[in-house]
């Protein structure tokens, strides 16, 4: 194969980034590198990587400039790595790439790179292709240096709402990664999704009931509606006198007018002689618990004891 032919397989691999150090293995020296981009078919986009594309860069090519700068011990991590194993809903502008502890690199733009000493190769995601973090130990190390509790809850949460993990390899990784900043707290939250919670609001419910003394929820439990379209529900319980209690907690979507008609609807279509569905906010759930637990008391939710 001749050079020609090794470069432009590998920019093609790459999303047409290529680094200094790759160019100079397949036989290309820094002048024709120099020439290429003198003659505007490729640009330099760091002082270790130029493209084979000139214009703006696309998201995949930025996350291969940050590897690529940085080295072959990098790998994309964080959010940008759950982010390429699917993870919706939880995008950041700033491309993560974890780089060894005693690895110098220049800044640049639009690419935070993350020191660290724990075993990158160990974390790094089997097959070819971008480097990239595992899902579970990206979200962990992403989780533990958040100032919010809620949000390290819910980004794990989400790789399992999202089929993205599962609760064991979660707990596997909290052990591999140890010392982990709130090792406890993920324990906890890991527990309480493999029982059944889907989100931070279920996980707040769960909480609630343990503080207020009140049975835990049955979580996503699968019903039929009254026009026979499958639902499920965020958290109910079993009444003394027979009956379920429904409990469906809305996020700030729910306040928009499309949204709020529809969960009228599916609020009629639910209930039955002995189903009553009730609502409240996730803000209650965060800001004033005790109201909710004192109204599923009044409801009937039995104690936990009971």
């Known amino acids: 194969m001749s050079d020609e032919d090794a470069w ?21 020296d820094r002048w024709r590198v120099r ?18 594309t000139t214009g703006p860069l696309s998201r995949g090519q930025l996350m291969w400039l ?22 919706r809903s939880w995008h950041r502008d700033d491309v993560t790439v974890l780089i060894p502890d005693e690895l110098e690199v220049d800044d640049v733009s639009g690419i935070d790179f993350h020191r660290t000493r724990r ?3 160990a974390m ?12 579970e130990p990206a979200v962990l190390l992403f989780g533990a240096y958040q100032r919010s509790r809620r949000t390290a809850q819910g980004v794990v949460a989400a790789v399992v709402q999202q089929q993205l993990a599962d609760p064991v390899s979660l707990l596997s990784w909290v052990k591999v990664l140890r010392p982990l900043r709130w090792a406890p707290m993920f324990r906890e939250v890991i527990g309480d999704i493999a029982a059944g919670s889907q989100s931070v609001a279920e996980l707040d419910v769960v909480r609630l009931c343990r503080h207020h003394g009140l049975a835990t929820p049955d979580r996503q439990v699968s019903r039929v509606d009254a026009g026979g379209r499958p639902r499920f529900t965020d958290c109910e319980w079993r009444l003394p006198d027979g009956r379920v209690l429904v409990l469906e907690v809305d996020g700030s979507f729910h306040m928009e007018a499309s949204h709020w008609e529809e969960d009228l609807v599916r609020q009629r279509q639910l209930i039955s002689p002995d189903r009553l569905v009730v609502r409240c906010t996730a803000r209650e759930l965060r800001e004033e618990p005790w109201r909710v637990a004192g109204d599923l008391r009044r409801l009937g939710v039995p104690t936990r004891a009971a």
Not at 8 to 28: D, K, N, T, Y
Not at 35 to 52: E, F
Request: charged content about 15%; hydrophobic content about 45%.
């Open 119 to 121: 075993d990158i190769a």
């Open 66 to 87: 940050g590897v690529l700068h940085a080295g072959p011990q990098a790998v994309v991590g964080g959010l940008t790595a759950a982010e390429v194993a699917g993870l």
């Open 8 to 28: 432009r397989g590998l920019a093609a691999s790459q999303e047409g980034m290529l680094s200094r150090r790759q160019l100079g293995e397949l036989g290309v």
């Open 124 to 135: 790094r995601a089997p097959g070819t292709g971008l480097p990239r973090c595992r899902i």
């Open 35 to 52: 020439n290429q981009i003198a003659a505007g078919r490729w640009a330099q986009r760091s002082p270790m990587v130029v493209s084979t």
